[in-house]
């Protein structure tokens, strides 16, 4: 692939078919193989009868070709797991299988070699939008540039968005990554001579529109539960509620004002969505919000109608209400920045928070049910009354400033003097000589690009800022011009790298795009990596830098699928104890994200994926999961019961719900995502004349009773004893990774008592029990629920380790594990035992070989 301004044309040239027992000019294999061949499978793998759809009499023994070089190596791991010749055919005698493995498998680790030798084992190529929005930010001093959406989805290749034959380069994709580069460099550039106020402003409930408003009923709404209502302390305030008092008295009485709150009883959610609206960041940065608010209880409303709230009787609360803040822009586009608990007492809260221009602030108390027609009904109502949430006030500290004009716009115009001719024009950067325009490119150049500047390259952005200046436009914007394409040019926008050993600002960026997700900082590019003991303690610094968060979230969003959590709703009808619930998604994405951390931190054993003695929990998922009671909205370590479901990553709710649909579960995914994402034993493609199982909604069948019919059909049965035995395991979980012993189903039948989080009335009944029982093949052992599959997987903790030393070679070198590196992932499990093979180890070892250290 060229990673040049051109949309490359990946063509696979396949040679001519060759017969394997001798077509004019084709290359024969060893002696032993060909002998093999003829004497096990050519009766099933001829032209007449082609199983599998491999015709080996047809088959090139031409490594260099990529297509036929794949199809020799599934030969030899179908031969070498003992599927080939199958069961009950003659097999082969030890020596005949020795001396086929040995002789195929040395010429497909010397035909790998020298592939690696010529062209590497990497792609060049681009940065994929993470990468590139992470770099842009560390470049120009701007962690809170929000840039990744502007760019085109990316493309996968080995389940990864690193490997370069799937990240090609369109013009179309070029004309996005240059807008953004040019709304980056806007971004950080000072808009106003003098520095921005940074003073601490307050901004109270009862004057915020969007909260006072919903005091009053109208032709929309005329329930209380949609509506919000006014307080004085615990008090609350009929009067102003009414409308016959005004909604704050804090105009004429300070001391009055900051007593008064506005009460919800329901979460933020159409028609209730409360914000501090009048707050918009007049600029994009880093800023501290604090909040006021506290919990209260509501009264009951009549006796035949208990559940409603009667907002004008309300008292001091009974336990904290976890609230979750969002910046948005309207309409509605939300950006988590954290959440925290507050008391039966008023409580001060503060979020440290990277906001855009013109965002505003939305706070939704999150525990609370969110109120859906016809009809709802709280479910967390009781005959004497409901829990509620009363915010008082939100104070606003920022842009917070290092300097001004900032850090951002330094990186660009050093202290150039910011001028405006006047107060309706804009403002410009006034060069102080007429060589400030390479220099301070040069300094760009420098700090932009991870190799030596070429002078080459100097004089083509020279050029452009100077044509640009000859056009007319002023200094500033004609250096944007420059700034911007270099931020699209080759070299910082592609991690090139030569055949044979990276040098050492290659291998530089190597590590630091494997565990920052962004380009290599200063100390880094100044280090020894030729030195092992250097290269282990920057490792070390990467790791433990706060950076690598951002390692931790990229890895698990492709090696997990965790990027598509929340990608589908729990269905409203099957699921509504799910359905609307934002805090259980952000919880179980946190879950998975804080418990890989926390095995990176600790050098947790591989095997930790599979079972551990704790979770990372907090009130929602403990809750969720039935376990004992965890108090608060901030997810952290706690130690399991013992005998617990949980543990690892296969019984979390985030992998649980990539793995359904919302609606229903299948064995079938699920059984496949286990062998490809943790056990690493990719299972074929299903044929594509075989439809895919739908499970039986109406509860009628059960889906292990649909598969035994599926299984029955000899296309299918052999990947399905591999594949759903895994998935059965797991059928004990639902759609959000709730335990069930039953599954759930539409029609007749009668509903369970109780109320979903729209407060609609359960409509699902139960259906079949779940059996979760299952055996692995070849004598994998059996098992009846997922605790059994644990302790079955976790007996071959080497292949669990070599899995995820598989997925963290693709993701951190951009190739996936080809038959040459084999041999190396064996080094590395062999060298990392003793520590039980650790995560950090794992990586550390990996980071040492040569295969990291080489394209």
């Not at 090609?168 to 004309?175: C, E, P, R, T």
């Not at 055949?499 to 530089?508: E, F, H, I, W």
Request: aromatic letters at 8%; hydrophobic letters at 40%.
């Amino acid at each position: 692939m060229s990673c040049r301004f051109v949309l490359p044309v990946l063509t696979l040239l396949v040679a001519p078919a060759a017969f394997v027992r001798g077509a004019s000019g084709a290359a024969l294999p060893p002696e032993s193989v060909r002998v093999m061949i003829e004497n096990r499978c050519i009766d099933c793998h001829d032209a007449e009868t082609k199983k599998g759809s491999l015709d080996l009499t047809a088959l090139a023994f031409d490594l260099k070709n990529p297509k036929a070089y794949a199809r020799w190596v599934k030969v030899f791991d179908r031969v070498e797991a003992g599927e080939m010749p199958p069961k009950g055919k003659s097999q082969p005698d030890e020596a005949a299988l020795k001396g086929f493995l040995g002789q195929l498998g040395s010429k497909l680790i010397e035909s790998d070699s020298q592939r690696a030798v010529t062209d590497g084992r990497a792609t060049v190529r681009r940065m994929n939008r993470y990468e590139y929005e992470n770099t842009v930010r560390d470049l120009l001093k701007a962690p809170w540039l929000q840039i990744r959406d502007k760019l085109p989805e990316d493309g996968e290749a080995n389940r990864f968005n690193k490997v370069g034959d799937a990240l090609d380069v369109s013009h179309v994709q070029m004309a996005r990554y240059l807008n953004a580069a040019d709304y980056a460099l806007r971004e950080v550039i000072a808009d106003q001579q003098s520095r921005p106020s940074s003073k601490p402003a307050r901004y109270y409930a009862r004057s915020e529109p969007s909260m006072v408003k919903k005091m009053f009923f109208s032709e929309f709404n005329r329930n209380p539960v949609r509506a919000t209502f006014p307080v004085l302390g615990y008090a609350p305030q009929p009067d102003v509620r009414a409308g016959k008092a005004p909604a704050t008295a804090g105009e004429t009485d300070p001391k009055v004002r900051d007593e008064e709150g506005i009460g919800v009883v329901a979460s933020s959610y159409e028609p209730i969505e409360l914000k501090f609206s009048s707050f918009k960041a007049p600029k994009s940065g880093r800023y501290k919000l604090r909040f006021s608010a506290y919990a209260v209880w509501v009264g009951p409303g009549p006796e035949k109608s208990w559940w409603q709230p009667n907002l004008d009787v309300v008292s001091k609360g009974r336990r904290s209400e976890p609230v979750t803040i969002y910046s948005e822009t309207p309409p509605r586009l939300l950006r988590l920045q954290g959440s925290f608990d507050v008391g039966v007492e008023p409580t001060e809260r503060e979020i440290d928070a990277y906001l855009l221009k013109g965002e505003t602030i939305r706070w939704d108390a999150v525990r609370l049910f969110r109120s859906r027609p016809p009809a709802p009904r709280n479910p967390l109502a009781e005959k004497d009354g409901q829990p509620g949430v009363v915010f008082k006030w939100m104070e606003v500290e920022g842009p917070i400033l290092s300097s001004w004009p900032d850090a951002g716009h330094k990186v660009l115009f050093e202290n150039l003097p910011v001028k405006r001719k006047d107060a309706k024009s804009p403002l410009t950067v006034e060069p102080k000589d007429p060589q400030d325009a390479e220099r301070l490119l040069r300094r760009f150049l420098d700090r932009a690009y991870r190799q030596p500047v070429a002078e080459e390259d100097v004089q083509m952005f020279l050029g452009i800022i100077q044509k640009a200046r000859g056009e007319g436009l002023d200094f500033a914007n004609a250096m944007l011009a420059g700034y911007t394409a270099v931020l699209c040019s080759p070299k910082f926008f592609c991690l090139e790298e030569k055949p044979g050993k990276l040098d050492q600002r290659a291998l530089a960026s190597r590590l630091a795009y494997f565990l920052w997700n962004s380009g290599p900082d200063e100390a880094l590019l100044k280090a020894d990596l030729s030195d092992s003991k250097v290269l282990y303690q920057q490792t070390d610094r990467l790791l433990n830098d706060p950076k690598s968060r951002r390692f931790v979230e990229a890895f698990l969003n492709y090696w997990l699928d965790l990027r598509k959590m929340g990608a589908t709703s729990p269905d409203a009808e099957l699921y509504p104890d799910y359905y609307l619930d934002d805090l259980l998604i952000e919880s179980a994405t946190q879950e998975t994200q804080l418990f890989f951390a926390e095995m990176l931190k600790g050098n947790l054993p591989a095997r930790t994926v599979i079972d551990s003695d704790f979770a990372m929990l907090n009130e929602r998922l403990a809750r969720h999961y039935g376990l004992p009671f965890v108090e608060g909205v901030k997810v952290r370590k706690v130690a399991l019961p013992k005998d617990s479901v949980r543990g690892g990553l296969m019984t979390q709710a985030s992998v649980l719900s990539v793995t359904a649909n919302g609606t229903t579960t299948s064995p079938v995914v699920r059984g496949v995502w286990i062998m490809e994402r943790i056990v690493g034993k990719v299972p074929p493609p299903p044929p594509p004349s075989v439809p895919a199982i739908e499970p039986d909604t109406r509860g009628a069948h059960t889906i292990r009773e649909q598969l035994e019919k599926h299984r029955a059909q000899q296309s299918c049965a052999l990947c399905h004893t591999k594949i759903d035995p895994a998935g059965f395991a797991l059928e004990s979980f639902d759609v959000m990774g709730g335990w069930r012993e039953q599954y759930r189903a539409m029609g007749e039948g009668e509903s369970p008592p109780g109320y979903g989080k729209n407060g609609q009335r359960f409509a699902f009944h139960p259906a079949q029990n779940v059996d979760a029982s299952g055996e692995l093949p070849d004598g994998g052992g059996a098992f009846k629920d997922i605790r059994g599959l644990k302790a079955l997987l976790v007996r071959d903790e080497v292949q669990i380790a070599r899995n995820l030393t598989s997925q963290l070679i693709t993701y951190g070198t951009g190739a996936p594990v080809r038959f040459g590196d084999r041999a190396v992932v064996e080094q590395i499990l062999q060298d990392t035992a003793a520590e039980g093979y650790g995560v950090r180890s794992l990586i550390h070892a990996l980071v040492g070989t040569e295969l990291f250290q080489s394209k």
